[in-house]
């Protein structure tokens, strides 16, 4: 069907926008941001937004969470006759100046959170290397995805407070193509298996420059899949030797009883042109369980779900110190981090799991990775 992006130059294919190069069911496209003051990191916000072609759906998060406590509020609707307005119930996004500038929209509704909060970078953003994976001859994963770091400034409205947003720290990511199935549920089985495995996917935001690390092991040194990058100021060229090679790690948990909570680490890491330099990273007390942005799935709704033609919606407040609920989050979070990178102290995210049988890190393997 047309639509008014039509009307712009950049087709790919001999047909209209809204339609795709295949009919996998798992083919999606999914915007991403999270935001924190720094260098406190004492509140953070998750947003996404997720497109399904070829299951008709467009569905949407938004979240907040503190020590200790997070809110969440997840809608959906059927993507056509309206499938490239980036609009679901009262949340919307838009962008203003690609690369540049995002607005992030989302209305009074019953579950108490709004905003109205403006992201903005002249950092380069980063392309990470193609994900592509196959299973018994089929393939399971095609995806491309690249990240920007940047500021937000605006206002946030969550449990009866306003907060004033000036000058956040936060990245944002763009990811589309084929995406493995995540199943981690426990409501709605099979869940997905994990072999054993460690992976960790970190940001981090200095003065005039980020770091983005992203890496998977399936055993200590054995990795599946590795990509990084420094990134300067968008007007600067970019140079291959800023390309991560190489990361070993040593990682320091907390003493959690309901699931693997990283406390300290230290990358080593190694660039393209031969520089090597370590940088340690210590985790702050907020992380957003995206089990909230239904990240494996909730209560029986998966990403791409049909949940009917009409604006539909869910929201929920955690207690995080409820072992029944950590239950329900498991691990995969986006928790905020300070990082030293030799006289630099900058701010991000950080994201990871160790799956059992990994030959590192025992001591948190008793929980889910994912």
């Not at 002249?122 to 994963?141: C, I």
Request: charged residues 25%; aromatic residues 12%; hydrophobic residues 35%.
């Amino acid at each position: 069907m047309l639509s008014p992006q039509d009307d712009l130059i950049g087709h790919q294919l001999p047909t209209t926008f809204d339609q795709i190069d295949n009919s996998d069911p798992a083919w999606m496209e999914r915007l991403w941001y999270t935001g924190h003051p720094a260098p406190g990191g004492e509140v953070m916000f998750d947003i996404g937004l997720g497109y399904h072609p070829n299951r008709n759906v467009m569905d949407a998060f938004a979240g907040v969470a503190v020590a200790g406590r997070q809110w969440n509020v997840r809608f959906s609707r059927r993507l056509r006759p309206d499938p490239l307005t980036t609009t679901v119930g009262p949340l919307s996004i838009q962008v203003i100046k690609g690369l540049r500038h995002h607005r992030l929209v989302l209305v009074d509704n019953p579950s108490g959170l709004s905003f109205e909060i403006d992201f903005e970078s002249d950092l380069a953003a980063h392309e990470e290397k193609a994900h592509q994976r196959r299973r018994d001859g089929r393939v399971t994963e095609n995806m491309a995805r690249a990240q920007q770091l940047g500021r937000y400034r605006g206002w946030l409205r969550f449990d009866g407070r306003r907060l004033e947003i000036e000058g956040w720290l936060g990245q944002r990511d763009h990811s589309w193509g084929v995406r493995s199935e995540m199943r981690t549920d426990e409501t709605a089985p099979p869940l997905t298996f994990y072999p054993p495995f460690f992976y960790c996917w970190t940001t981090a935001q200095f003065r005039d420059r980020g770091l983005h690390v992203f890496f998977k092991e399936r055993a200590p040194g054995d990795k599946i899949y590795l990509s990084g990058e420094e990134v300067f100021a968008a007007s600067e060229r970019v140079s291959s030797r800023h390309q991560l090679v190489d990361v070993r790690h040593e990682v320091q948990w907390q003493d959690d009883p309901h699931g693997q909570s990283l406390k300290e680490a230290v990358f080593h890491l190694r660039f393209a042109d031969g520089r090597e330099r370590p940088i340690h990273i210590r985790t702050l007390p907020t992380r957003y369980f995206l089990k909230g942005g239904l990240y494996g799935g909730l209560n029986g709704w998966f990403h791409g779900d049909d949940k009917g033609k009409a604006p539909y919606t869910e929201h929920e407040s955690w207690d995080l110190s409820d072992p029944s609920i950590r239950r329900v989050t498991r691990t995969l979070a986006d928790q905020v981090i300070e990082v030293r990178d030799g006289d630099d102290i900058g701010w991000g995210i950080i994201e990871y799991g160790v799956g059992k049988g990994y030959a590192l890190y025992p001591e948190v393997q008793g929980h889910p990775p994912i």
